[in-house]
Antibody, heavy 120, light 108 residues
Framework: EVQLVQSGAEVKKPGESLNISCKAS????????IGWVRQMPGKGLEWMGI????????RDSPSFRGHVTISVDKSISTAYLQWGSLKASDTAMYYC?????????????WGQGTLVTVSS | QSVLTQPPSASGTPGQRVTISCSGS????????VYWYQQFPGTAPKLLIY???QRPSGVPDRFSGSKSGTSASLAISGLRSEDEADYYC?????????FGGGTKVTVL
């Protein structure tokens, strides 16, 4: 059974850095694209980007480029979403999202979500 | 404003058929698979339809997807109270994925 277990909720101040994680199990981690989807309070889903764990090839949304970094640690089957400097507008639920093997395949499995609150 | 356009709401009475549209362009729906997701308040989304019209195991056959040109549709036949949720379409758009704005389905 595919499982994506995300790290717990975070409360941060503007300007702080943050790293949230997604531990994958139940499938071949290195051969499936994995990434992140944002959902701001009361709003819809926004695709942020994905990474191919085997070679760290990435695809990202222009809306998030330069503000967040997606990475993986193959040795522990874990994906990360990192911010160098948080803004209040980063307050949202972030879902880990596993895609299929091929680039044309979208999200098939979701993590439980990590709530990030950025407030002074 | 989302790249894929969905109606913000749809509704029906139990047993009715409800259809949700998803309009895009040649860059996304016109040249790529469409996926549909269901999301209940306070929970993670769930895959409902993949590759335009395929249902994952466990998804009732009351849910069906179709695609024609640059538009796609999700149909819910035999609407049930437990179908009240938000529904999102998604597709590749060049080098990244785009979602529709979501449609809230209400069972009257």
């Amino acid at each position: 059974e595919v499982q994506l277990v995300q790290s717990g909720a975070e409360v941060k101040k503007p300007g702080e850095s943050l790293n949230i994680s997604c531990k994958a199990s139940g499938y071949s981690f290195t051969t499936h694209w994995i990434g992140w989807v944002r959902q701001m309070p009361g709003k819809g889903l926004e695709w942020m980007g994905i990474i191919y764990p085997d070679d760290s090839d990435t695809r990202d949304s222009p809306s998030f480029r330069g503000h967040v970094t997606i990475s993986v640690d193959k040795s522990i089957s874990t994906a990360y979403l990192q911010w160098g400097s948080l803004k209040a507008s980063d307050t949202a639920m972030y879902y880990c999202a596993r895609h299929g093997i091929h680039l044309g395949e979208l999200v098939t499995h979701w993590g439980q979500g990590t709530l990030v609150t950025v407030s002074s | 404003q989302s790249v894929l356009t969905q109606p913000p709401s749809a509704s029906g009475t139990p047993g009715q058929r409800v259809t949700i549209s998803c309009s895009g362009s040649s860059s996304n729906i016109g040249s790529n698979y469409v996926y549909w997701y269901q999301q209940f308040p306070g929970t993670a989304p769930k895959l409902l339809i993949y590759r335009n019209n395929q249902r994952p195991s466990g998804v009732p056959d009351r849910f069906s997807g179709s695609k024609s040109g640059t538009s796609a549709s999700l149909a819910i036949s035999g609407l049930r109270s437990e179908d009240e949720a938000d529904y999102y379409c998604a597709a590749w758009n060049g080098r990244h994925v785009v979602f529709g704005g979501g449609t809230k389905v209400t069972v009257l």
